[in-house]
């Protein structure tokens, strides 16, 4: 285990957004395009809990900290048993730090919005609330066991998993399409490939919340998109005034990727040069700082 994710509780605001952050392999299932992010990236991996996506307000009154602070995470319901019974409780569950006490973090690279997250928002609050548990952030090396024997002793349901880059700043999942209208006013979404623009058949695009007026005037234009996953729909979020073209096509969302297929690429990914001294780096770093607390 090279960091800690852990779960907090107490007094929170919740808003509920879309399309936010991570590159998840729901269900191990997303194009083999991702794997190529893979190789050219150094990134860590934990389990996709399956629970709900929420941006989490912490309380400003909180030891006068956290001030408009916002937390990226999952709501969890986790099951245990206490005593002879069993029981439910929530929990939130953080992977990562948008803002603290008012100012933006997402411009830095996720490790060192993990090393804030943890050590200004996760320990004064945990500090006194000694029942907290931790989830964490592992290297691929690692992914193996995180597949076939953490994720299945888990307290909650998990769907999958989630890659984060540890170099990445905070990203919002979103494509950019070009808007048009067929004659029956259907929404058509079109991306770039072999310099034309290639109509994406079975998917269509809504536009929710204010703001959005005669949505006919925007054919023609740029729509960055994010995916609602449960209503399988793109939901428009902008439209690009400063871009003229569309993202290029990547290969189908829908070539599927099993368990032993992604473990075997990973095999060969982490003896990249990308990974092999930075694991090496990380590994001795947790290892020396698990040396620490055990003086401590």
């Not at 002793?153 to 209208?181: C, P, R, T």
């Not at 929404?187 to 072999?194: H, I, K, V």
């Not at 949505?215 to 399988?232: A, H, L, N, P, Q």
């Amino acid at each position: 285990m090279i960091r800690e994710n852990l779960k907090i509780h107490g007094p929170i605001f919740f808003l509920y957004l879309y399309g936010l952050q991570t590159h998840a392999w729901p269900a191990c299932s997303q194009g083999r395009a991702w794997l190529q992010l893979l190789r050219q990236r150094y990134y860590y991996a934990t389990w996709k809990a399956d629970g709900t996506r929420t941006i989490a307000v912490p309380c400003s009154d909180y030891h006068g900290v956290h001030h408009y602070t916002l937390l990226d995470g999952e709501m969890v319901v986790d099951t245990f048993r206490d005593g002879k019974n069993w029981r439910q409780a929530r929990w939130y569950l953080v992977y990562d730090l948008l803002a603290i006490n008012g100012e933006s973090v997402t411009h830095l690279p996720f490790s060192e919005r993990w090393n804030i997250l943890n050590k200004d928002v996760i320990k004064p609050r945990n500090d006194e609330k000694k029942s907290q548990r931790s989830s964490a952030f592992y290297l691929l090396s690692a992914l193996g066991k995180v597949s076939k024997d953490l994720i299945p002793s888990l307290s909650h349901e998990a769907d999958g998993l989630i890659f984060q880059g540890w170099d990445d700043s905070y990203k919002k999942n979103s494509v950019d399409f070009l808007l048009d209208m067929g004659k029956d006013g259907r929404r058509m979404l079109f991306l770039y490939e072999d310099g034309k623009n290639k109509l994406m058949e079975g998917y269509s695009v809504e536009f929710r919340g204010d703001g959005w007026n005669n949505t006919s005037s925007y054919r023609g234009k740029i729509v960055e998109c994010t995916w609602d996953r449960e209503k399988k729909v793109w939901v428009g979020m902008r439209i690009r005034v400063d871009k003229n073209t569309p993202n290029r096509v990547i290969k189908s969302i829908n070539d599927n990727i099993t368990e032993e297929v992604l473990l075997q690429e990973i095999k060969e990914i982490i003896h990249l040069p990308v990974y092999t001294e930075r694991i090496q780096m990380d590994s001795q770093a947790a290892e020396h700082h698990r040396h620490g607390n055990r003086k401590a």
